[in-house]
């Protein structure tokens, strides 16, 4: 597997550990989007996409957060959830919809995408940048799919 194109939208909110959205090609062939580059305590890391775990209302069906004691939507008491943990018992509130599943297909993607982080942050610090601007592809009239360039003067 080969990481063939990244592309970075840098978050700018000082005060966030979200430093930016990222998407990633693989093999010139797929794509995951909404991986994130997080501040942590020794530096930046990647985190993939994940979605909140949720419980159902029992009456209305309703998705509420794990921690929820009554449904948003119906107001019925919700049960007691049992929160998962991970592997070092921390509770889990998000599980990942895309992931590595071994150490070296998690750094060939880690390291990618802090590099190309890197690169965009040095972007940003000459004169005239323009932030890139990360879309859902468009299909155009043939089936084929086509992502949006940098552009200076798209005026988004």
């Given at each position: 597997?080969?990481?063939?194109?990244?592309k970075?939208?840098?978050?700018?909110?000082?005060?966030?550990?979200?430093?930016?959205?990222?998407?990633?090609?693989?093999?010139?062939?797929?794509?995951?989007?909404?991986?994130?580059?997080?501040?942590?305590?020794?530096?930046?890391?990647?985190?993939?996409?994940?979605?909140?775990?949720?419980?159902?209302?029992?009456r209305?069906?309703?998705?509420?957060?794990?921690?929820?004691?009554?449904?948003?939507?119906?107001?019925?008491?919700?049960?007691?959830?049992?929160?998962?943990?991970?592997?070092?018992?921390?509770?889990?509130?998000?599980?990942?919809?895309?992931?590595?599943?071994?150490?070296?297909?998690?750094?060939?993607?880690?390291?990618?995408?802090?590099?190309?982080?890197?690169?965009?942050?040095?972007?940003?610090?000459?004169?005239?940048?323009?932030?890139?601007?990360?879309?859902?592809?468009?299909?155009?009239?043939?089936?084929?799919?086509?992502?949006?360039?940098?552009?200076?003067?798209?005026?988004?």
């Amino acid at each position: 597997m080969e990481v063939t194109e990244v592309k970075v939208k840098l978050v700018d909110i000082k005060s966030e550990r979200l430093k930016a959205f990222c998407t990633i090609t693989l093999d010139g062939e797929f794509v995951i989007r909404d991986i994130k580059v997080i501040e942590g305590g020794t530096g930046p890391f990647v985190a993939m996409p994940s979605r909140k775990l949720a419980v159902k209302c029992p009456r209305c069906s309703t998705k509420n957060h794990l921690r929820a004691k009554f449904c948003n939507e119906c107001g019925t008491k919700l049960p007691e959830s049992k929160i998962p943990k991970d592997n070092a018992g921390r509770i889990k509130l998000h599980a990942d919809i895309a992931h590595p599943i071994n150490p070296d297909s998690r750094e060939r993607i880690q390291s990618a995408v802090l590099k190309a982080y890197d690169e965009e942050v040095e972007r940003s610090k000459t004169p005239g940048y323009v932030p890139m601007h990360i879309e859902d592809f468009e299909e155009d009239e043939f089936g084929e799919h086509h992502s949006h360039e940098r552009s200076n003067n798209s005026g988004r």
